[in-house]
């Protein structure tokens, strides 16, 4: 960076980046992570033959070697993890500006080196330490291009084969670097090319031994349904398409049948504008190389469809940059500036917050991006410093009880996968409340409570008050509402931490109905604006309410807490039914109910 400042210019691209991922819990193990930690530092298993955890894939230096060496600094300093995450991703970037800065001008090469940097499914790289095996491989395909570039055949046959390691479609994208169009002389062009095949026929030898004899389970989510040839082919226009769009950070919000207009839009107009003025004739040899890298790249994402993740695009992205920047050789810097403007203003334009988790679904559909990841990054965070603040170590056999969870996040956990390696215990087990209610167990430690759109995410709760509560609310549901009133109160005073605000709103909130159904409507009301303070969102609460005002005849209050609560709870058949009550007092069609 000291001799070429266009290198230190790729390192600052990762800035837009930062900012955009800024909000999320960088580096927090969830779901596959737990399944890798499991197998090497749970279980310290040293067999690099097989899946490291997984039974679907071979790739050892992303799953066994990486979790087996910063495995206990993901638990323990998780943003490290994200930190170290981050350098790989700027080493990739100026390793491939090295690359080209001999044969490419030093903005072009920049903005090539800078084009991953600037993805916003590059977010996800960043961030979820189960992408290593994307990035690892990103990072020795470039670490092999510049080897290539720079004539060393050791160090591209060992890059190449390390990339393939990490994930086994960086073995076809390894051999094109091989092909790459650099200029004469190449020092030693012809050897390099065959150390470099001669590395990557070993690399599959061995992988279909693995493949045989040690990998049981099919790559999950990949599959052709048994498509035909037609409906293949589709699948993979649709990836090429998919990965195009990715790379203008698009890809979560043009779907549809403008999708193809946008890509035309995206990757024609520069295209066209480059090749109109090109000044450099040699141009065509590197855009021909970078779509033949994007279409072998892309290509074997068509296995996945309908279900996609975004930050499968970053590899293949790479090879269009180049395709769509090789044109502007010998062109003024400012010619640069619509493309570089367009994906920076793309990147920026990204949802850039990652929300707090809550029980309404992810704005997008894809199976992992960005917005699903910081979700259940927050959520595990909560949970893990939650746990280990109150709980520093737990005794062998302990059980905690899940309850009020979403289902999405369930395979966050991988059953006791997660609670075990956080404590290093295979013996801990984490259960659903629902279970320890029909069978109580006296190794229950604490119930983690899931709080939806509460800065604090996860409360913990003492056992002996959330069985109490859980009888109350079966006494309320019985219609048992004079006997369940005690039981709320008491439930409370066992829990007396106000911070478990969704356990002390819910016993309000169920009081201040039972209260209401045995006509102490005045109580009913104070209860029901006491759960309310404690936690705005209560059902219960809203709904006595509600239903207090409709006595009283103020309608208009009614109407504006039954849109709120229908707003947050579409499908509650209570509020629906007080919905069709209230048009027909409106309507003069019926009375109003008691006061």
Request: proline share 7%; with cysteine.
């Amino acid at each position: 960076m000291a001799r070429d400042p266009w290198a230190l210019a790729v390192a600052l691209s990762a800035l837009p980046l930062l900012v955009a991922t800024r909000r999320a819990p960088l580096g927090e193990p969830f779901a596959d992570d737990f399944l890798f930690l499991d197998f090497s530092v749970l279980h310290r298993r040293l067999s690099w033959w097989g899946g490291g955890g997984a039974d679907n894939y071979w790739r050892p230096l992303a799953r066994q070697a990486y979790y087996g060496v910063l495995g206990p600094l993901m638990l323990s300093h998780p943003a490290w993890i994200g930190a170290l995450h981050v350098l790989a991703l700027v080493a990739a970037g100026v390793l491939i500006q090295r690359a080209l800065r001999p044969h490419w001008p030093g903005p072009l090469s920049a903005a090539a080196g800078a084009f991953p940097l600037g993805l916003e499914s590059a977010r996800v790289l960043i961030a979820w330490p189960a992408a290593a095996q994307d990035l690892g491989a990103l990072f020795f395909l470039a670490l092999a291009f510049h080897a290539f570039a720079r004539g060393r055949a050791v160090l591209l046959a060992l890059a190449a084969v390390a990339a393939a390691l990490c994930k086994e479609v960086a073995a076809p994208l390894a051999l094109l670097v091989g092909l790459a169009p650099l200029p004469p002389p190449a020092r030693g062009a012809r050897g390099m090319r065959v150390a470099l095949v001669a590395a990557l026929a070993a690399w599959g030898v061995a992988r279909l031994a693995v493949q045989s004899s040690a990998l049981h389970g099919s790559p999950s989510g990949a599959g052709t349904d048994g498509a035909g040839a037609a409906t293949l082919l589709a699948r993979v226009a649709g990836s090429l398409g998919q990965v195009t769009l990715d790379a203008f950070s698009l890809g979560a919000r043009a779907r549809g049948p403008g999708a193809p207009l946008a890509i035309a839009l995206l990757v024609g107009a520069p295209l066209a504008f480059a090749i109109a003025f090109a000044r450099v004739r040699t141009w065509w040899r590197w855009s021909a190389w970078g779509l033949a890298w994007w279409a072998v790249g892309s290509a074997p994402l068509a296995l996945f469809l309908p279900d996609w993740a975004p930050f499968r695009s970053v590899l293949p992205a790479v090879g269009l940059g180049i395709t769509i920047l090789a044109p502007f050789t010998g062109r003024p810097v400012a010619s640069l500036l619509p493309v570089v403007g367009l994906r920076l203003a793309t990147l920026l334009a990204a949802p850039g917050d990652a929300p707090l988790t809550t029980t309404l679904p992810p704005r997008t559909s894809a199976f992992m991006d960005f917005e699903h990841m910081a979700r259940e990054q927050h959520f595990m965070r909560s949970m893990r410093s939650s746990l280990r603040a109150a709980y520093p170590s737990l005794p062998h056999g302990a059980v905690v009880a899940r309850a009020n969870m979403p289902r999405g996040l369930l395979v966050a956990f991988e059953g006791n996968r997660a609670l075990q390696c956080w404590y290093r215990d295979t013996t801990l087990r984490l259960a659903a409340f629902e279970d320890v209610q029909r069978a109580p167990t006296a190794a229950l430690v604490t119930v983690a409570q899931f709080q939806s759109r509460q800065a604090r995410e996860v409360a913990l709760v003492r056992p002996d008050a959330a069985l109490l509560q859980s009888k109350a609310i079966a006494d309320f549901r019985a219609g048992r509402y004079d006997s369940c009133l005690g039981e709320f109160t008491r439930a409370d005073s066992l829990e007396p931490d106000p911070r478990a605000v969704v356990f002390h709103s819910e016993s309000a909130g169920a009081r201040a109905y039972a209260l209401g159904m045995l006509e102490r409507y005045d109580a009913a009301r104070a209860e029901a604006l006491r759960a309310r303070a404690i936690d705005a969102d209560n059902i219960n609460a809203r709904l006595v309410l509600v239903i207090l005002d409709l006595g009283e005849r103020r309608y208009d209050r009614a109407e504006a807490l039954l849109d709120s609560l229908l707003a947050d709870a579409p499908t509650q058949t209570t509020a629906l039914e007080m919905q069709r009550t209230l048009r027909a007092l409106r309507n003069g069609q019926r009375s109003p109910p008691g006061p």
